[in-house]
């Protein structure tokens, strides 16, 4: 029988750190910040010393080492993340408010485990088969009818909680080595075959909608199917925004006002003749405010009236009536009450008389506006636009990963030729144009 060695286990050390040897792996063992620190950490003596000296100088420079990593709840990563893009990135309202609702259902479903798990323990396939039995309600109401979480929700939940962990792995809140667990879910791969259909309007069904439009809602929706403006900046446009004399819609941020474009990028939309009426009838003897008012505005006593630079100089002062610092939903509440009080048509009226009219004519499954917006663009495209003057007056962000690369750049579209395409689109549905004349003759 082989006797036992009583000889220790190699051991050096290197600088503040020591290396020994245990079972036939490489250990590390250091304090830092008063916590003792001992891992295993390879399986060779020179990777070993490797990782030692690495630690030894980040303990030198008193800088986070390569092995620590502060555990976090879930709630509390949550916070932070969202605390970052409130002040840090400064992101949109809406955009953190949606972030905040994805990452809800992760917090959700570490508190329903007997013992919460920390962030580092959270498995991303047991949350993504948790995500599929909820029920939720589509409009976040208490009283709406519950429904699954389409694939297409689970999908951005299961996104967003990958860049929640990325935020975490920045900032050594997950194990060293340890990946993101929600990059090795195939998200791009996702069958998304419960998403709702989109629905994009033909000549006919374009001009039995407007048809049955009521003499509010019909100008409404008919700009909006020869401008493909998004609902937010039709509802936020001024009279002054418009050029009749030289036919030009410009879509400008409105940020003094609480109001800015998706994208940030300002753009001017060609109105062809027959837009133009309308919206000379829409707006009638009225020379500042909001284009679009609320159905019925005439009922309103107290409306204000102004221009841009009137409401600013009123939004201010309500701002300073507030007597203290407010949050950026404070702004955004103050901002949205005063675009009401000027009588600014809001996106769930126009919404509504939407859905109205689609079951008037047959089709109640289709409930988004944005479907002008669709049938903008395919009308484009069937007249075959030039696919960077499509991006310019669609307001899309420019990508570098277009095809036209840094061309788009140094393309830079004459108003005459981006005039000449659009109109040419536009005038592939003559029988709607032909009846915005009736309409405005009525």
Same mark, same amino acid.
């Given at each position: 029988?082989?006797?036992?060695?009583?000889?220790?286990?190699?051991? /050096? #050390?290197?600088?503040?750190?020591?290396?020994?040897?245990?079972?036939?792996?490489?250990?590390? !063992?250091?304090?830092?910040?008063?916590?003792?620190?001992? #891992?295993?950490?390879?399986?060779?003596?020179?990777? @070993?010393?490797?990782?030692?000296?690495?630690?030894?100088?980040?303990?030198?420079?008193?800088?986070?080492?390569?092995? @620590? /990593?502060?555990?976090?709840?879930?709630? &509390?990563?949550?916070?932070?993340?969202?605390?970052?893009?409130?002040?840090?990135?400064?992101?949109?309202?809406?955009?953190? #408010?949606? !972030?905040?609702?994805?990452?809800?259902?992760?917090?959700?479903?570490?508190?329903?485990?007997?013992?919460? @798990?920390?962030?580092? &323990?959270?498995?991303?396939?047991?949350?993504?088969? !948790?995500?599929?039995?909820?029920?939720?309600?589509?409009?976040?109401?208490?009283?709406?009818?519950?429904?699954?979480?389409?694939?297409?929700?689970?999908?951005?939940?299961?996104?967003?909680?990958?860049?929640?962990?990325?935020?975490?792995?920045?900032?050594?809140?997950?194990?060293?080595?340890?990946?993101?667990?929600?990059? &090795?879910?195939?998200?791009?791969? /996702?069958?998304?075959?419960?998403?709702?259909?989109?629905?994009?309007?033909?000549?006919?069904?374009?001009?039995?909608?407007?048809?049955?439009?009521?003499?509010?809602?019909?100008?409404?929706?008919?700009?909006?199917?020869?401008?493909?403006?998004?609902?937010?900046?039709?509802?936020?446009?001024?009279?002054?925004?418009?050029?009749?004399?030289?036919?030009?819609?410009?879509?400008?941020?409105?940020?003094?006002?609480?109001?800015?474009?998706?994208?940030?990028?300002?753009?001017?939309?060609?109105?062809?003749?027959?837009?133009?009426?309308?919206?000379?009838?829409?707006?009638?003897?009225?020379?500042?405010?909001?284009?679009? +008012?609320?159905?019925?505005?005439?009922? #309103?006593?107290?409306?204000?009236?102004?221009?841009?630079?009137?409401?600013?100089?009123?939004?201010?002062?309500?701002?300073?009536? &507030?007597?203290?610092?407010?949050?950026?939903?404070?702004?955004?509440?103050?901002?949205?009450?005063?675009?009401?009080?000027?009588?600014?048509?809001?996106?769930?009226?126009?919404?509504?008389?939407?859905?109205?009219?689609?079951?008037?004519?047959?089709?109640?499954?289709?409930?988004?506006?944005?479907?002008?917006?669709?049938?903008?663009?395919?009308?484009?495209?069937?007249?075959?636009?030039?696919? +960077?003057?499509?991006?310019?007056?669609?307001?899309?962000?420019?990508?570098?990963?277009?095809?036209?690369?840094?061309?788009?750049? !140094?393309?830079?579209?004459?108003?005459?030729?981006?005039?000449?395409?659009?109109?040419?689109?536009?005038?592939?549905?003559?029988?709607?144009?032909?009846?915005?004349?009736?309409?405005?003759?009525?």
């Amino acid at each position: 029988m082989a006797r036992r060695s009583n000889s220790p286990s190699p051991r /050096f #050390r290197v600088g503040k750190v020591t290396v020994y040897e245990h079972h036939s792996a490489w250990w590390l !063992y250091y304090r830092d910040a008063g916590q003792t620190v001992r #891992r295993k950490i390879a399986a060779t003596q020179a990777e @070993a010393e490797q990782v030692a000296a690495q630690i030894n100088s980040q303990l030198a420079n008193q800088e986070p080492t390569l092995l @620590a /990593f502060t555990p976090l709840s879930v709630a &509390e990563l949550r916070r932070q993340f969202l605390q970052y893009h409130e002040s840090v990135l400064h992101s949109s309202i809406g955009t953190i #408010r949606r !972030y905040r609702a994805a990452t809800q259902h992760l917090e959700n479903f570490v508190n329903s485990q007997r013992r919460p @798990a920390l962030t580092h &323990e959270v498995q991303s396939e047991a949350f993504a088969a !948790y995500l599929r039995t909820l029920e939720v309600a589509p409009n976040g109401h208490q009283n709406t009818a519950k429904r699954k979480l389409r694939s297409k929700g689970v999908q951005y939940i299961l996104e967003t909680c990958r860049s929640l962990y990325q935020y975490a792995m920045k900032r050594r809140h997950l194990p060293p080595y340890a990946g993101n667990p929600f990059s &090795e879910l195939p998200l791009e791969r /996702f069958k998304l075959d419960d998403v709702k259909p989109i629905f994009v309007f033909t000549a006919t069904t374009e001009l039995a909608f407007l048809k049955a439009a009521s003499d509010w809602a019909f100008p409404i929706h008919f700009t909006l199917a020869k401008t493909g403006l998004r609902i937010g900046e039709l509802t936020h446009l001024l009279i002054e925004d418009l050029d009749f004399e030289g036919a030009w819609l410009h879509v400008r941020n409105k940020t003094e006002l609480g109001w800015r474009i998706k994208t940030g990028q300002e753009r001017i939309v060609p109105l062809i003749p027959e837009v133009v009426s309308v919206l000379r009838k829409v707006i009638g003897t009225r020379t500042v405010g909001p284009v679009f +008012l609320q159905e019925r505005i005439e009922k #309103r006593k107290d409306r204000l009236i102004g221009d841009r630079r009137e409401l600013e100089r009123l939004l201010k002062s309500r701002r300073t009536q &507030e007597g203290r610092a407010i949050s950026r939903v404070e702004e955004a509440r103050l901002a949205n009450s005063m675009w009401w009080d000027a009588g600014a048509v809001k996106a769930d009226a126009i919404r509504t008389s939407f859905v109205r009219v689609m079951a008037t004519i047959g089709h109640p499954e289709s409930t988004c506006p944005k479907s002008w917006r669709h049938t903008f663009a395919t009308l484009l495209q069937d007249a075959n636009v030039d696919p +960077l003057i499509r991006q310019q007056v669609m307001g899309h962000q420019p990508t570098t990963s277009s095809g036209l690369g840094m061309t788009g750049k !140094y393309t830079h579209t004459r108003p005459e030729t981006l005039r000449a395409q659009i109109e040419a689109a536009m005038r592939q549905c003559p029988a709607s144009l032909r009846l915005s004349a009736d309409r405005i003759l009525e």
